[in-house]
């Protein structure tokens, strides 16, 4: 082995360190939000482990990895939290979450499931001008109330939740979604 091949194997190795501590990091910090949802009687979702494993492998961009959320008697108001993680090494700008009531889980195009709303309930996005700014490795958790209004039938209901990265004069990126199921009461 020359000295090229010796500093890649410990480049490679280094990179294999940081992602293991990352994602160490990251199951400590989906523990303790299931744990506050817990405490606060909270519906709550992560990815399991191995899903978690999948995601990283595939990750090139932040993603979605918990979300805790109550149910309401109509009218009222669900309160929901979604945990935005970011794998990458860089910095990433400009990124919103988007939340919304429909079947939009069950469509697999993004722009057919964007159309996919329940329009009694409102759809919201945060954070405000100019976005999420998260750092290598950072998770940081945005808080949504959905208005639930009184003249809808008491049943479960399905909430979305899109994440993307906002390009002001051009195309938007998709980067990720996830799905929370309400009871109005």
Do not use: C
């Not at 999948?54 to 929901?80: N, R």
């Not at 993004?110 to 009694?120: I, K, Q």
């Amino acid at each position: 082995m020359n000295e090229s091949q010796g500093e890649e194997r410990r480049e490679f190795v280094r990179d294999l360190e940081r992602q293991a501590e990352f994602a160490k990091e990251l199951l400590d910090e989906i523990d303790r939000q299931r744990q506050e949802a817990e405490r606060q009687g909270l519906n709550f979702t992560a990815p399991t482990e191995e899903q978690l494993k999948k995601k990283l492998a595939s990750a090139q961009s932040p993603m979605i990895v918990f979300q805790g959320w109550s149910s309401v008697a109509a009218p009222g108001t669900i309160d929901y939290t979604v945990g935005i993680n970011n794998p990458d090494p860089v910095q990433w700008f400009w990124l919103f979450a988007h939340v919304f009531v429909g079947p939009a889980t069950i469509v697999r195009d993004v722009g057919d499931a964007v159309s996919a709303v329940d329009a009694r309930f409102p759809r919201l996005t945060l954070p405000q001008f100019d976005g999420l700014s998260l750092g290598p490795g950072a998770t940081q958790s945005l808080n949504f109330s959905l208005t639930v209004p009184g003249d809808i039938e008491r049943s479960n209901y399905l909430g979305n939740t899109f994440l993307f990265h906002a390009t002001w004069h051009d195309l938007g990126q998709y980067l990720d979604r996830s799905l929370f199921v309400f009871e109005v009461t």
